[in-house]
């Protein structure tokens, strides 16, 4: 791969904070999407192909699906994840076999649910760390978070069928910090387990505690004072004791705490402690951590790092599993794809604490569960492909856009997505018409069929690489040119461009392919066997990678249509 166009860079001041377009003020153009396709392609899939039943991959659930939270009904698994400042928000999956997971909606999927995103920051505001629960004694799911940027913090939303409708928040008081987590006991009890804020007032660097406070069902709120569970994971030498993330469980009469500790990077890992009594001393296992990675020789092979964040089920077997978060490097050493969701089997030890990994144990890339078949067909780990003919009666629940919903600049007519020019920036902290979907390998190529015919030289449609406000590639239809553009909340850069391949207001295809290392960007008229023009090549993907841009989001990749004017 080489470039093959001259590079030239033009500066453009951005509008920021500007209204959001609709229609009726003002005649803005609007592009045509009539196909996305999306083919994941990583070399070790590739190189590993599954053995026979029982073989899966982690992750079981591939691309930036952080934090994970895991419950048991029956023989059904409910799952979600953070989703920061991207709505929808928390998306809801569902398994038989904590194997194969299907996304089956996302929970906060109406305006009112979420009504605090704009003006948060994309990849470290809005929703961290969702858990899901269910109450055996009113039949009631609940779906417990923090809107980090809201001033009113924690909340939670029910429902008796998961897989339908969840109600408007309620929002909690009596508790600060983040990481609310619910705890139903066998009499009916119920609590709530937080990461307590400690500003100001450390016993250590990175000092954190966990706190506890009773929460009553019927009148949806907390009751009387909170007290403290744990203070430390490893220990204070250490200065690692960034507890977060708690979760509690009762088993065989005990209580367990297992909480994140660490950091979110490399050093970051999962702790475990046990108490005979909700209100009686929590003791840490003297062999913690119970999940890490940061022990091991940084160059290995088929590395997974920053593993932590975990939560246990049961099995109707009775058999303990564990979902947590990882990354996977690519083989740049750099990804853009995020944390993602991991499966493993619970380990016990001789004192009866259970655990994951001890301190040179790898985290596999694949795993193995008796009876279960992996189907890559449910487009949630392996190499699989995945597309949008657009034809549906709403947005498929992959996509998902910035902050709040884009009705005012996209709907579906039965052929196509229709999508307004918005002067909405995805470099500010409003509402863009943008729609993505997470990217989940590091090699891959994803395309989309366009029409559009700009109604003016500010209007530009078409493929939109985004990792946060000042981290974008845009594959830019732009009248009768094609362009790449960087994008930061100061300026536009055209890294290159190409002509357009056939008239303005045609179908096109774009095109862009990813080998881990670079990506290529593609354009072509929109007819059999057309051949693909490059529009630039060999262009630097770590420009888009965790490692460089830091937050809490992988990548996502979609369609956008916007005004500079």
């Not at 940027?149 to 008081?173: C, I, M, Q, R």
């Not at 469980?249 to 009594?277: P, Q």
Request: hydrophobic share 30%.
């Amino acid at each position: 791969m080489r470039l093959t166009q001259s590079i030239y860079s033009l500066a453009i001041m951005a509008a920021i904070g500007a209204a959001s377009l609709t229609a009726g003020k003002k005649a803005v153009g609007q592009a045509e999407f009539s196909s996305f396709v999306y083919i994941g392609n990583d070399d070790y899939y590739n190189a590993n192909p599954l053995k026979g039943d029982g073989d899966f991959y982690n992750p079981v659930i591939a691309g930036w699906y952080s934090d994970p939270s895991v419950v048991r009904t029956g023989e059904d698994y409910y799952l979600v994840t953070s989703t920061f400042g991207y709505f929808p928000g928390v998306p809801l999956y569902h398994s038989r076999d904590l194997v194969n997971w299907r996304l089956v909606r996302n929970i906060l999927d109406r305006p009112e649910q979420l009504p605090g995103l704009v003006g948060q920051s994309l990849d470290r505001g809005g929703i961290y760390a969702p858990q899901i629960s269910y109450n055996p004694h009113n039949s009631t799911y609940y779906m417990i978070t923090t809107d980090v940027g809201s001033k009113e913090g924690h909340f939670y939303v029910t429902a008796t069928d998961p897989e339908g409708s969840w109600s408007n928040p309620v929002w909690l008081k009596g508790i600060d910090g983040i990481d609310p987590s619910l705890f139903f006991d066998d009499d009916g009890s119920a609590y709530i387990v937080y990461k307590e804020d400690t500003t100001g007032r450390p016993k250590w660097s990175n000092y954190r505690c966990i706190r506890f406070i009773a929460f009553d069902p019927e009148s949806g709120q907390t009751v009387g004072d909170s007290w403290p569970l744990a203070e430390a994971g490893v220990g204070p030498e250490e200065h690692l004791d960034r507890d977060e993330g708690p979760h509690i469980y009762k088993i065989d009469g005990r209580y367990f705490l297992i909480c994140a500790e660490g950091g979110t990077s490399n050093h970051h890992s999962a702790v475990i402690y046990r108490a005979d009594s909700l209100r009686g001393e929590f003791t840490r296992w003297s062999r913690n951590p119970a999940l890490t990675q940061r022990y091991l020789k940084e160059k290995r092979t088929n590395p997974i790092t920053c593993t932590g964040h975990a939560d246990l089920v049961m099995t109707p077997e009775g058999e303990w599993w564990g979902v947590f978060l990882g990354c996977r490097p690519g083989p740049g050493g750099f990804q853009a794809l995020g944390r993602e969701t991991y499966l493993m089997p619970v380990k016990w030890s001789r004192d009866g604490f259970p655990y994951f990994t001890q301190s040179q144990d790898t985290v596999p890339l694949t795993q193995h569960r008796e009876g279960v078949k992996h189907d890559p067909s449910w487009g949630s780990s392996g190499n699989f492909t995945w597309s949008d003919d657009f034809k549906g009666e709403s947005l498929r629940p992959e996509w998902i856009g910035l902050r709040g919903t884009t009705a005012d600049y996209c709907h579906l007519d039965g052929e196509c997505l229709r999508m307004q020019c918005c002067r909405e920036l995805s470099t500010g902290k409003g509402v863009p018409a943008y729609v993505g979907r997470r990217i989940q390998h590091h090699k891959f190529e994803a395309s989309t069929r366009v029409r559009f015919k700009p109604r003016n030289g500010g209007e530009s449609a078409g493929l939109l690489m985004l990792k946060n406000e000042s981290r974008q590639y845009y594959l830019a239809v732009c009248g009768d040119r094609v362009e790449l553009r960087t994008l930061s909340p100061k300026e536009v850069r055209v890294i290159a461009s190409a002509e357009m391949p056939c008239k303005a207001g045609r179908d096109v295809e774009l095109r862009v392919v990813s080998d881990g290392i670079c990506y290529d960007f593609y354009v072509r008229e929109a007819a059999r066997d057309a051949e693909w023009t490059p529009v630039a090549e060999d262009v630097d993907a770590s420009y888009l990678a965790c490692e460089r841009t830091g937050g809490f989001t992988g990548a996502t990749i979609g369609l956008y249509a916007e005004s500079r004017n």
